[in-house]
DNA sequence: CAACCAGTTTGCGTTAGCGCAAAACAGGGT
DNA sequence: ACCCTGTTTTGCGCTAACGCAAACTGGTTG
């Protein structure tokens, strides 16, 4: 089995508060793989035998309805965790996780959890801190869809891509992913074709450059005025 | 201090896997206290002195924009913790608490939680457990947002009040605290008129019977019917 | 018992955003 | 270099739902 450096995650929140020995074990019983561009790491439905540390790339998380529609649940970035099923006593992924980029995971059994959290308690500890900061985050975006119209969701969920994966550039900062219209619409609860349509807008106003799968903030400061401006403080 | 009867909580998820000495030893922690109803149990944006277990009653959880504008997050129905913002290492409370009908709660002080986590490790299992079902709750409310429409959105919300608050009756089941139209509004993203509107729909249809503050559901499964239904396959 | 008040109902005009359809576009593969 | 496929753009009509305004209801209070 390959060795994972563990000077490489130390530092992420999984594994705060945890001696090098501690975290030397943990790593031991896991193994690393590699998701190439648009590959699927799990179904939704599937059984949940493993739970994943991201290293390098980006994943997609998405929830299907029984109509086939899809909703975009998050983007993880490289240091988070996914497919914590057995976190909430589920057998089975309630999403599924896909590769948008070549991506590389560090893997554990699922049946090791239990075992790992009895013997260390901080794992459960700072799992806690992780689910329960996505939860806030769930819930702000319940409130921006029940509050907000389509063109300032658009711009909170590209400005918190941004932070979150964005590449600064000499003027901008560019998401560093391949990311559709289709993709934000998910995220936003819109169609592609609403989603184009602003972004074509914004574009046409120097706010953001734009292609195939690809997005550059260009003027961040003058989305975040239109993220926070309220329903009627229009243009002027 | 008032002492707690261990037996009325020892079987909630919270102490699942406990012994009744460690339950004695959290609960000697615990002070309890009433709310009448329409009393503040803690205002959002306040530092998080406190987390609950609610024992009896009903407590609504909202979250309000900088402009006002209110969502409900949940209905916190009794043997179900609130107020959990250390669990996400937050210091301040992200949402308001309200009993919404009389309400009896176990309260600690935040600042027991990190003593009582690494003496009983089970409790933050427990927790994730929790906040995990939480999470998957509320990406299920996103998913219904973004694919559904308002009248299968109500639907669904009243079938889970019913669900976790109904009341049996001959005919039908009550949802057992006071409820508004706005409230309903305020948990399926939309406006009190058109909550207003569609149970005055049902009602004429006989689905329902309501009144102020009070919703009884009198054929769960037309209503049923009504929820899963898609977008196209409408009225006959 | 009357006045009040919070909650509810309903009508009506408006509109943000959807849905369909078709065209333009951009890569990647052979 | 060319085709093929997936993405993006744009026009146009439509409608679900909003927003405002006004009337109504039933429980509570002085």
Redesign the interface.
């Known amino acids: 089995m390959a060795k994972v450096d563990t000077s490489l995650v130390a530092h992420l929140p999984l594994f705060a508060g945890m001696t090098p020995e501690a975290l030397d074990e943990i790593l031991r019983e896991a193994r690393s793989a590699r998701y190439p561009r648009n590959s699927a790491i799990f179904e939704q439905g599937a059984d949940a035998q493993c739970f994943f540390l991201l290293l390098h790339g980006h994943v997609r998380a998405a ?1 299907t ?1 029984p ?1 086939g ?1 899809q ?1 975009v ?1 998050r983007y993880v970035a490289p240091g988070e965790t996914f497919g ?1 099923a057995m ?4 057998a089975r992924y ?2 599924t996780a896909t590769a948008v980029d070549d991506s590389v995971v560090l893997i554990w059994p699922t049946s090791a959890w239990p075992r790992l ?2 013997r260390f ?1 901080a794992l ?2 700072n ?3 992780t ?6 985050e ?6 921006e ?3 907000q119209q389509v063109e300032q969701r658009i711009a909170h969920a590209l400005l918190r891509l941004a932070k979150q994966s964005g590449k600064k550039l000499d003027h901008g900062i560019e998401i560093d992913f391949p990311i559709s219209r289709q993709d934000i619409a ?1 995220m936003t ?1 819109t169609t592609l074709h609403t989603v184009s349509r602003i972004l074509s807008g914004w574009e046409s106003q120097g706010l953001v450059e734009s292609g195939r799968q690809r997005i550059i903030l260009r003027e961040p400061h003058r989305i975040v005025v239109l993220a926070e401006r ?2 009627d403080n229009g243009a002027a």
């Open positions: 929830k309805t109509a529609e909703i649940v914590l976190a909430i006593g589920a309630p999403a959290v009895e308690p459960a500890a799992t806690l801190q689910v329960g900061t996505r939860l806030q769930s819930h702000t975006r319940i409130l869809m029940s509050t998910q609860g309220s329903a």
